[in-house]
């Protein structure tokens, strides 16, 4: 089975914090993803790698980066969290492809920025 | 542009009542991707299925079944003799290479799904 683990299930920081959100995947899997999930708004795609030190801006890139060293670890960080990045945070991961695979999905990390 | 839209916010239904979650999409491209997923309580989306843009065949699975038209953009998803276990969130989704080479993955809002012992 596809496991995809997140470092964290619940996170709460202050505003003007760095924040790193972890994810790690076990089965070998070229592409990476991180979404937020928001009420009424669905999932929005912020960043995706499909390689190792490769990433593609998602829809919603603003005020996030990320970095991928090892092709099973991909870290989504918030530079100076602020109020309105307060939202859960998905990672995914599929088999290279392009689009064609589906994703499989961590538990998620709802992170609150007070 | 790329858009998917389910339309039906929550359902409720009683045990054993059939349901369907209604999905349309939109996209220019001739190859694409939909997907449903389902979130259940604990918070893990689990993927359900998947159908590329030239197979229109619909498809069963035990008590689910897809419907894919692409006349009407719709990929239907219907449940069957529904249990409290179906109760969940779904998403439908959409994946294709966009105009710049880069690929899109969109997802639509989703619909709570309450099923009534």
């Known amino acids: 089975d596809v496991k995809v683990t997140q470092s964290s299930r619940y996170l709460v920081k202050r505003t003007g914090e760095k924040v790193f959100l972890e994810c790690v995947q076990d089965m070998d899997h070229e592409n990476m993803f991180w979404y937020r999930q928001d009420p009424g708004l669905g999932l929005r795609l912020i960043y995706f790698s499909y390689d190792v030190k490769m990433k593609e801006k998602g829809d919603i890139p603003e005020g996030y980066s990320v970095s991928r060293e090892k092709k099973e670890r991909f870290s989504l960080i918030l530079e100076s969290a602020s109020t309105n990045q307060t939202s859960m945070y998905l990672c995914a991961s599929s088999l290279a492809g392009g689009s064609s695979y589906e994703q499989y999905f961590g538990p998620g990390t709802r992170l609150t920025v007070t | 542009a790329q858009k998917v839209t389910q339309a039906q916010t929550e359902i409720s239904v009683v045990e054993k009542e059939d349901v369907t979650l209604d999905c349309v999409y939109e996209t220019r491209d001739t190859t694409y991707y939909l997907f449903w997923y389902k979130q259940p309580p604990s918070g893990e989306l689990v993927f359900l299925i998947r159908?590329?843009?030239?197979?229109?065949q619909n498809e069963i699975s035990g008590r689910y079944s897809w419907n894919f038209q692409k006349s009407t953009s719709s990929f239907n998803f219907t449940i069957t003799a529904s249990q409290v276990v179906d109760s969940a969130v779904y998403f439908c989704?959409?994946?294709?290479?966009?105009?710049?080479?880069?690929?899109?993955?969109?997802f639509g809002t989703g619909t709570r799904l309450k099923v009534l012992a």
């Open positions: 989704a959409l994946s294709e290479v966009g105009a710049s080479g880069t690929y899109k993955y969109i």
């Open positions: 159908r590329n843009s030239f197979d229109e």
